[in-house]
């Protein structure tokens, strides 16, 4: 919520909408999954759950107390540390605990949870009542103390990763965590199979140099910046205003476009995780990107011409493309996670894992001071997207593998092959 707040959906808030109100979520995120990155290695995931959970709640009180610019803003440096420290820990966390078979629909909620968060603000912000007793910042911080407390209950059910134990010569405590895990089988001989799969994956990093492992890394590292680096650009500030102006010059009726457009990135995040472990991460991630570089396009081909800036027969058709675009961005998105706690040696997997969610903050903060909200720059950004979202899509299929139904460690080994083109 307070990342779509500062990505143009602060229309009706009493919120004064500044530079620094608007990147100051991505710096805090910037922060949080630096800190995460450099010490998950030596400390529980249950600290950083509770720890962001509280920076969470933090957040959403100080948005229902007060109205006061210089508060808000702390609220947002507070709660984009939050998630910071939870984004790094909760990928790290899923790629390690669940099953081969289902790991894409579990990393994906990283990003399902983002999409809901957006689709909340961004209703909040266009359909709410101003006139309501309830403003829409005190809405804002309601459902992010509800979250927060909820997301934060749930710790007490979290299991430690028998990675973190082994990593510690705890073998025990590393059986304990996987017979939690999978209690619902009851099968001894698959507790045994998971232990030894993650002894071997411990074992491999164990056999090799911390320089070796960043060596070995340069070749996933860059095919998770084209990923995982493409996700700013779904979501951006020159979207949102675009997508606002189109519908007001084509006079539709704002119960409708504005809902639906937020709420088509959500239901995109949950059909692509229903797929990752079915279909395919690949599929699933090229079908996203072909369709998003088409439709980016169309939108630039639309803006080329600024009469049609005024026509309201040529922005309904930039909004309703914009819907498409965002539903298409769901596929897409919600397979970068997986991949993403997939891709790197365990050594180094925990800082470059955080180096990546830090450089997507980057990028979105680039977009702020580069892309103010103005219609002459849409033409320029939607074309230059395009490209952009065209040259990965061809990077994507050459270089991504494919790594449905793979353990962690053979996935971390398809990833160091220079291309990998089967997307099956």
């Not at 290695?41 to 600290?47: A, N, Q, R, S, Y």
């Not at 073998?171 to 017979?179: C, G, P």
């Not at 995982?228 to 010059?249: D, G, K, Q």
């Not at 169309?298 to 309201?312: C, E, F, K, P």
Request: charged share 10%.
């Amino acid at each position: 919520m307070d990342m779509a707040q500062g990505l143009g959906w602060n229309i009706s808030t009493d919120l004064p909408t500044t530079s620094e109100m608007q990147y100051s979520w991505f710096i805090g995120v910037i922060i949080g999954a630096f800190v995460a990155g450099l010490s998950i290695t030596h400390i529980p995931k249950w600290v950083f759950y509770i720890l962001g959970g509280l920076m969470q709640l933090i957040d959403g009180i100080i948005f229902v107390s007060t109205s006061e610019y210089t508060s808000l803003l702390a609220a947002r440096y507070v709660g984009g540390i939050g998630i910071g420290l939870l984004t790094v820990t909760f990928i790290i966390h899923n790629s390690e605990i669940t099953m081969k078979n289902s790991r894409g629909l579990w990393c994906g909620l990283e990003q399902y949870s983002l999409a809901l968060g957006i689709a909340i603000q961004v209703i909040l912000d266009t359909q709410m009542d101003t006139t309501s007793g309830v403003g829409i910042n005190c809405a804002h911080g309601i459902f992010g103390i509800v979250f927060s407390l909820v997301a934060t209950a749930f710790v007490v059910v979290s299991i430690e990763s028998p990675i973190f134990y082994l990593r510690k010569n705890n073998e025990e405590q590393a059986l304990t965590q996987l017979k939690m895990l999978y209690a619902h089988s009851g099968n001894a001989e698959i507790y045994n199979e998971a232990l030894d799969e993650a002894k071997r994956y411990v074992a491999t990093a164990a056999s090799q140099s911390t320089g070796a492992q960043l060596a070995a890394s340069v070749m996933p590292f860059i095919k998770m910046l084209f990923s995982r680096c493409l996700v700013p650009l779904t979501f951006s500030l020159p979207l949102s205003y675009s997508m606002i102006t189109s519908t007001v010059v084509a006079e539709l009726a704002l119960n409708w476009p504005i809902i639906v457009w937020g709420l088509l990135r959500w239901f995109g995040t949950f059909f692509s995780m229903a797929l990752l472990d079915t279909v395919g991460r690949k599929f699933v991630s090229l079908l996203g990107l072909l369709c998003m570089a088409g439709l980016m396009l169309g939108m630039a081909g639309i803006y080329s011409d600024a009469t049609r800036l005024i026509s309201s027969y040529y922005m309904s058709q930039v909004s309703r493309l914009s819907m498409a675009f965002q539903f298409f961005a769901g596929l897409y998105i919600s397979c970068t996670p997986t991949y993403l706690g997939e891709a790197f040696p365990l050594k180094v997997k925990y800082f470059l894992i955080g180096l990546i969610v830090c450089l997507e903050q980057v990028i979105h903060i680039i977009v702020i001071e580069t892309c103010p909200m103005n219609v002459n720059v849409f033409y320029q950004y939607f074309l230059a997207v395009g490209i952009i979202l065209v040259v990965c899509l061809i990077i994507f299929a050459v270089l991504m593998p494919e790594t449905r139904g793979l353990s962690l460690r053979q996935a971390t080994e398809r990833f160091n092959r220079v291309h990998d083109v089967m997307a099956h």
